[in-house]
């Protein structure tokens, strides 16, 4: 939940500085939609449970495995979304909330502490997914982060954004009631305690 918390601090402390056409974006994944079309069986779904519970060590079963670990950023990557959803009941009206995911990334050290098959596989097999449709050159998804930051990649407020075009997200991440809850939560834990 640290992507989550530090997303939300440093949104919060910017928020005074907002100008008329500003947006935010946050870096979301396709990991959360939790299936194989998305993630290639990579990475579990997510196991959303209450910010409270997400936000400490250990959420999620033996904690000391791969899977806990690649389930905690999937679901971390879904509250993301939910968080985006909530700026856009929150902050000003001329200021837009976008989720955008770059697609799978290869090349970009993600495996660097994963077990040796998969850090060889990361390094010298999935960089070829590239140059298809399943995942996205390093270079490539900095030209899409760079559009959508600037602009130059149409979407309303909201959006999720994956790599050039706004899209649905997954069904689980339209949840009023997680989002509002995961808005109270970061602003309990995020809050001066002076």
């Not at 806990?68 to 837009?96: C, F, M, N, Q, W």
Request: hydrophobic share 40%; no cysteine; aromatic share 8%.
């Amino acid at each position: 939940m640290v992507n989550v918390l530090a997303n939300h601090v440093f949104v919060r402390a910017l928020e005074d500085r907002f100008t008329h056409g500003g947006r935010v974006v946050l870096t979301a994944s396709d990991v959360h939609f939790g299936d194989l079309r998305h993630n290639l069986g990579m990475v579990p779904a997510p196991a959303w449970k209450h910010p409270d519970v997400l936000a400490r060590p250990r959420a999620f079963s033996r904690p000391e495995t791969t899977r806990a670990g690649r389930t905690a950023y999937a679901t971390s990557k879904l509250a993301v979304i939910h968080l985006i959803h909530e700026y856009v009941r929150r902050l000003p009206a001329d200021v837009d909330a976008v989720a955008f995911n770059s697609a799978f990334v290869p090349g970009t050290g993600l495996a660097r502490n994963a077990d040796a098959l998969s850090r060889f596989a990361m390094r010298h097999v999935l960089p070829l997914l590239a140059r298809t449709p399943l995942a996205t050159s390093p270079d490539d998804a900095g030209t899409f982060l760079a559009d959508v930051i600037l602009g130059n990649t149409r979407a309303p407020t909201g959006s999720y954004i994956d790599r050039d075009r706004a899209t649905r997200s997954s069904p689980e991440s339209y949840d009023p009631t997680r989002e509002r809850e995961l808005w109270d939560a970061l602003e309990r834990l995020t809050s001066d305690p002076a």
